[in-house]
């Protein structure tokens, strides 16, 4: 079967790994692609925002399945438009994707079905929101209400921060429409794990957990970022952790959208918090997220056509979902001044240390192809993944196969997986 993947970072390189691995598959498409998932589709050079070209281009090369890797086109309906034009997609309709694309649906959602998270209140108007500010307890959590690159949470400690917070989205609209809504929430404390999932509409399953690093520095220091690296699987994720997600959090997220007439078919990325008073729901995503598909699909031993194929039929309750019984890690390589600015455009050297390495991934997100060679092109360039048999082998293999790379600006955190010393 013919494939075609929609975006063009880390996570649709893990993607498109994987898929190349499927027997059924004869040939991959990816648009736009970058130099990395070049090396095993054939990008095609088309915007994930480019609805009309998407779907004209699969008809014309009758694609089998399309896959929508990131957040932007699944909540702008790119899956409802290929539908429409009788090709077969993965990723959540319009109506399902909104359990990512409005925190506000997803937090009113939760309060309806009693899933857990932190209590909240939705405002429309910045002057309700100033208002509610005068009698809530420090530290609070403002979020813009729709899509914001990860970047729309301001976490405020003292009241004029928040006040100034409210303007900042609301007024300034520093995050564009996605603040033309916000929502206050209740600041908690505890570990973070995100557990991602297939879901079929009616059926939920579990992949392996991850942790991500969103901060740019060590320490956890520095500005919020896409991702700086992953592990997985959490050891804080542990057998009672789970127990309590599954009876409160995963089918019931999966129920409630049903029940709403937004049947969710794709992945569900669950944001949890780990709090004194038990796991809590941080946000949802409509996707897999980035980095952690880096280290979650290259453990995971199904087939990944027949699963997502299996989403899109409802018959996921027939899938037996396993993962291997290792670890990995994955460690982000970025250009030095990122998520401000930085220079691009410099040669990648080393790559091919990677070439039939078993273990060992180099997921391209921010890179070009040009007639010298591959070039660093954004501010996360690669992710660089190992396994091990353990989280500790594995993030010693990770931060050694990081030395394999030379490009000029190349930062990276080197602490990633730290926090596994102390489970
Ligand atoms: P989100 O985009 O909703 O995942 O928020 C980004 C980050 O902000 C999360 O990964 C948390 O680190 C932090 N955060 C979000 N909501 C809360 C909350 N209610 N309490 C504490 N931290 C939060
Ligand atoms: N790594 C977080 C995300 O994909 O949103």
Redesign the pocket.
Known sequence: MKVLIVGSGGREHAIAASVAKSPKVDKIYCAPGNAGIGQIAECVPIGAMEFAQIVSFAKKEQIDLTIVGPDDPLAGGLVDELEAAGLRAFGPRKNAAILEAS?AFSKDLMKKYHIPT?AYENFDDPEAALAYLEHTRMPV?L?ADGLAL?K??L?CRTPEEAREGVRTIMQDKKFGSAGNRMVI?????GR?VSVLSFVDGRTIRIMSSAQDH?RAQDGDQGL?TGGMGTFSPSPFYTEEVDAFCRKYIYQATVDAMAAEGRPFQGVIFF?L?LTSEGPRV??YNARFGDPEAQVVLPRMKNDIIEVIEACIDGTLDQVDLQFEDNAAVCVVLASDGYPGSYEKGYPISGLENFADRDGYYCFHAGTKQTPEGIVTNGGRVLGVTAKGPDLKTARANAYRATEWITFANKYMRSDIGKAIDEA
């Open positions: 925190k932190a959590v979020k990860g729309g949470v976490i929430e209740e600041f908690m404390t973070e969103k919020n944001g918090m941080l946000e």
